[in-house]
């Protein structure tokens, strides 16, 4: 067996198992952030300050009876929980963790993730078809109409750093900027930034975009009728596809691992966890928009700013290649 | 590593093949779907063996990603469902009118095939992005400029439907 299929399975087990972790870890966060927002404690009897109150939610998960309703398409139904995770595995590989800690070093990295990113959408309208639910077909549809919206300004603003890096290696865009953070390329695509982190949400289904799932009125959207790891699985993907989110936006905008004193390792796991923590913030921060609001938001705010940042930087970038040239 | 992209090669076509024909066998048309979406992953598999990774992703994210998720949509909101009248098999005359541009096309191909092999088989070159973009907007202009004509012709055609029937309401 060569040497590089080895290397990519050894890669496959640890990403797989961080971002179990991860989700553990983030199940706690959230709870807690959750809890302390509206002034009580959250989980607190299972360990030291109820930090094993996930491990017992995932056996709990993991011990139920898995259900399909009656008239769902059975291969589509359980197709979509593996769909969604599936893709997961491979958009944790073109991120640079620290110098030379790339999983996969390809040119096209950023790319990648953006291509794979895209079957999480699929998945969700599989779950929310196949369950032969109306909520669950509603949940589908309002997927659709707002992740193929906000995925426009997302690549819109990420290409904006790509012309500036020159590059879509995710690693080369790192190692562009400097250890300070005034080099980082948040100084100078700041609108970018925000964009990013807006329509990012919007792409996760994360409040106040959680429309698709919308417990208050769509009960829980496209994955209602799932029982046990069928559930768990939309669940992981979420937390999974907050991650790589957020890693993302440390490596185009934060400066990735770069970062004064500290390893490069733990500088990318702060900016990353501090990401998160900021997305789990809004969520239980902002309360849920409207769908026409979320539409609007995003078709008479972030594309035409996400247009205008694009035209702008390919406009100064031009003009530098110019006057450094010559 | 030739034996692994042999393996490649058979594990994309069967995916390929699989796909289609579930995409035009299947009487849910989400099934269909499906099948459609594999088979455009096949044709990625089959760009990535060609060394064309750019290409493949690009397939994944605009076909996958965006178009057939449009057409998923559009199916959602015709709400077809498995016993309805695009469900019934279709007229002899469709048929055998079908089978007829199958056996035209598949019988040119494969005779094109037959006739004047591959000579060689040799790993195909990367070519960078760069070269690409150079490419499209120097030598390949008029091409490139075409495409664009051709999606304009598309979005002039949706409006003009959508508009025809408000009118008619």
Not at chain 1, 275 to 294: A, E, G, N
């Amino acid at each position: 067996m060569p040497a590089e299929l080895i290397h990519i399975l050894i890669d496959l087990v640890a990403v797989a198992a961080s971002v179990g972790l991860i989700a553990l870890v983030m199940v706690w966060v959230e709870r807690k952030v959750a809890g302390h927002v509206q002034r009580r404690p959250g989980p607190y009897e299972v360990g030291p300050n109820g930090l094993l109150q996930p491990l017992c939610d995932a056996l709990k998960l993991i011990g139920k009876q898995l259900f399909m309703p009656d008239h769902a398409d059975p291969i589509l139904y359980w197709l979509a929980p593996v769909l969604v995770f599936l893709p997961v595995l491979l958009l944790y590989m073109p991120l640079p963790v620290g110098e030379g800690l790339v999983p996969l070093d390809i040119n096209l990295g950023l790319l990648l993730i953006l291509a794979f990113a895209g079957l999480t959408v699929l998945a969700l309208l599989l779950a929310g078809w196949a369950s032969n639910n109306k909520y669950g077909l509603l949940g589908a549809a309002r997927a659709v109409a707002q992740s193929v919206a906000y995925e426009i300004p997302l690549l819109l603003s990420v290409l904006a750093v790509a012309f500036v890096a020159g590059s879509l290696n995710l690693d080369t865009v790192v190692k562009e900027q400097g250890t300070w953070p005034w080099n980082w390329n948040i100084m100078t695509q700041p609108l970018a930034f925000l964009i990013y982190m807006v329509s990012a949400l919007g792409e996760t289904n994360r409040a106040p975009f959680d429309l698709p799932e919308g417990e208050s009125e769509l009960t829980a959207g496209f994955h209602v009728e799932y029982s046990g790891m069928g559930f768990g699985m939309f669940f992981l993907a979420e937390y999974a596809n907050m991650v790589v989110v957020c890693s993302v936006a440390t490596a185009l905008f934060l400066g990735g691992w770069q970062g004064p004193v500290l390893p490069g390792p733990v500088w990318f796991l702060l900016k990353v966890s501090l990401l998160m923590l900021f997305m789990v913030l809004i969520r239980w921060t902002y309360p849920r928009v409207r769908f026409d609001q979320l539409l609007n938001i995003n078709w008479k705010w972030l594309m035409p700013l996400a247009v205008a940042n694009l035209l702008l930087t390919a406009f100064f970038v031009k003009l530098a290649q110019y006057t450094f040239v010559k | 590593m030739e034996q692994l992209a042999q393996i490649a090669f058979g594990v994309y076509t069967l995916i390929i093949l699989c796909g289609s024909v579930l995409a035009v066998s299947a009487k849910s048309l989400v099934r269909a779907m499906v099948g459609l979406i594999a088979t455009l992953l096949g044709v990625a598999g089959m760009y990535m063996l060609l060394n064309s990774t750019f290409l493949a992703l690009m397939q994944i994210l605009i076909y996958v990603g965006a178009v057939s998720v449009l057409i998923f949509f559009a199916i959602m909101l015709t709400r077809a469902d498995a016993g309805g009248e695009e469900a019934a098999s279709a007229p002899l005359r469709q048929n055998v009118l079908a089978l007829l541009a199958v056996t035209v096309v598949g019988g040119v191909l494969s005779w094109l095939i037959l006739t004047r092999p591959v000579v060689s088989s040799g790993v195909p070159v990367e070519v960078s992005i760069e070269k690409l973009g150079l490419g499209l907007l120097g030598p390949y202009g008029l091409a490139f400029e075409l495409i664009s004509v051709v999606l304009l012709v598309s979005m002039a055609g949706a409006v003009l439907l959508a508009w025809e029937r408000r009118i008619g309401k």
